[in-house]
């Protein structure tokens, strides 16, 4: 019997499939757990800290935008205030909860792939994703926002791929699945969208004729439903509650404003590819970004079996996926990371699509050998590069391309400041670096734990301005850390009637050069350390 045949057979047989399924994926998941282990030990980046120091204070009793701020929607806050309730305070419980979500997207990428071009595609989209899932170039070994959101945009693919025409309850489901997808990042707009387009033009080709406007209408409102209680609830919510003007202005306004719209709004497309902030994002998972361009052109042209009725959704889903990464027009390398499902979904499709064309076609073979071929190719130089970029790096050094050290610097500065304050002391860092808060369990002396609302020309920054000194003068703080920032003149003033120096920390390579300033308060004294902390001596690291 022939490998085609004997295919065909095991195909047809729903119990042969769920257990041959079952066992792919379980293989596919001991894997993405294992790569992703690698980097567990590494401390938390800023944002990371930013999540769990505010989801900490949530559990306390604090309110979101007024006692703790951040110009990001509740839910990401919420998400590891839940966990940290549920599990406790480690940076285990956050890795795990990355490792979670991961597997998800993996289950959900094999079933969107399944039902758009057959088991061999839905194979190869699982173990492709397995083995990117911890990609250090997009930020994937970590537990950003992305790492949640992907699971809550491949849901509604998925809800919308289960039939030609799907039920308006699903396409109910699959707005909800964005609509709370988007309550951790307001970009998942983008993907909702473009979705959004691809149904209305699906049941338009599908529906009677006489029923066609009526079923269009009435799709595009289930899909609009779910993100219209998400947000309506979150808005009453703030509003009851006494916060909707703050959460207005934090988590609209203002990332309004934090937009680059400069040059042009069309630019930042180009930028996309041209101009990321850290060029190495490409670095671990250039070869899938070449096969699935090329995936994504000829996809729609492969000839489709019967039961693959949704050639375009891969590709809607990756035009989505890169609008919402463009939307901010900042291009952290986390960002990317919500392009990798799309990438694997469209390239995945592509080549079980190809494969598939074997039962259907005279010059079926050949398709199907070129899908193998395809497919070890790009499978032998991702895991060339990922041997390179990843398997073979020290873990300590897996974020060194994106941000040097700062997350292991962070940690030892916080060292510091747990070394010379009482637990009950309150700390300020005029910088970026939560992680001091974090990893030295000390409480900022603001509601604001980033300087990046309180910088000239950022929405309403001169209000920010006058509260962090309110806040700073009711809640003294024992020692301030000035980072990469140069203090505005009335924090200047208060800092030197207060404060004095008691540390500096250079830069390891420009020795000239003052990365970090501790001061300490006039009036309780601090024990004297070396504030200076130099890179060599984590290892390997020079």
Request: aromatic content about 12%.
């Amino acid at each position: 019997m022939s490998k085609e045949v004997e295919l065909v057979r095991l195909e047809s047989h729903p119990s042969g499939r769920f257990l041959g399924s079952a066992v792919i994926l379980i293989v596919a998941g001991i894997l993405l757990t294992v790569i992703r282990s690698h980097a567990s030990e590494l401390p938390l980046e800023t944002d990371e800290c930013n999540y769990a120091y505010i989801g900490a204070r949530l559990l306390e009793g604090q309110q979101l935008y007024t006692d703790v701020w951040d110009h990001q929607p509740p839910g990401i806050f919420m998400l590891f205030a839940a966990a940290m309730g549920l599990f406790g305070d480690s940076v285990l419980v956050f890795r795990c909860m990355g490792v979670a979500a991961s597997l998800l997207s993996m289950v959900l990428v094999f079933s969107i792939v399944r039902r758009t071009a057959g088991l061999y595609g839905g194979y190869v989209a699982a173990f492709l994703f397995a083995l990117l899932s911890a990609d250090p170039g997009t930020a994937g070994e970590g537990c950003n926002r992305e790492v949640f959101m992907n699971p809550m945009a491949l849901a509604g693919v998925w809800l919308l791929v289960r039939q030609r025409r799907p039920a308006l309850v699903l396409v109910a489901l699959a707005g909800l699945c964005l609509g709370l997808g988007s309550l951790i990042k307001t970009v998942m707009a983008a993907q909702w969208l473009v979705l959004a387009v691809w149904l209305v033009v699906m049941i338009g080709q599908n529906a009677q004729t006489d029923r066609r406007l009526r079923t269009m209408v009435g799709s595009l409102l289930a899909f609009a439903a779910g993100p219209l209680v998400v947000w309506l609830s979150t808005w009453l919510y703030f509003s009851v509650t006494g916060r909707g003007t703050d959460f207005h202005e934090a988590v609209f306004a203002f990332n309004l404003g934090y937009s680059d719209t400069a040059p042009s709004y069309l630019q930042r497309f180009i930028d996309f590819f041209s101009r990321p902030v850290h060029r190495h994002v490409f670095d671990g998972t250039g070869s899938l970004w070449i096969a699935a361009g090329a995936a994504a052109l000829a996809l729609p042209f492969i000839p489709r079996s019967g039961k693959s009725s949704t050639p375009w959704i891969p590709v809607v889903y990756l035009l989505g996926s890169y609008w919402a990464v463009c939307l901010p027009g900042q291009f952290w390398p986390h960002y990317y990371y919500l392009m990798l499902p799309a990438l694997i979904v469209v390239f995945a499709s592509a080549v079980g699509a190809l494969s598939s064309v074997a039962r259907q076609r005279d010059h079926g073979r050949l398709c199907h050998w070129v899908a193998h071929v395809v497919t070890a190719a790009v499978f032998f130089s991702l895991l060339l590069a990922q041997t390179q970029e990843y398997f073979l790096v020290p873990s300590v050094q897996i974020t060194e391309k994106r941000y040097k050290t700062r997350d292991v610097w962070a940690k030892a500065q916080a060292e510091n400041v747990a070394k010379v304050t009482d637990p009950g002391d309150t700390v300020f860092v005029y910088g970026q670096d939560v992680g001091v808060y974090y990893y030295s369990k000390r409480r900022c002396a603001s509601r604001y734990t980033m300087v990046g609302g309180l910088r000239k020309g950022a929405p309403d920054y001169q209000k920010r301005r006058a509260i962090l000194l309110e806040e700073l003068q009711t809640n003294r703080p024992r020692v301030v850390l000035i980072v990469d920032e140069q203090p505005y003149l009335a924090l200047d003033t208060f800092l030197k009637e207060n404060y004095f120096q008691v540390g500096l920390d250079y830069h390891d390579q420009r020795q000239e050069e003052v990365i970090m300033m501790a001061l300490m308060d006039n009036s309780r004294p601090v024990v004297q350390i070396d504030w200076n902390w130099d890179r060599s001596s984590v290892y390997g690291i020079d």
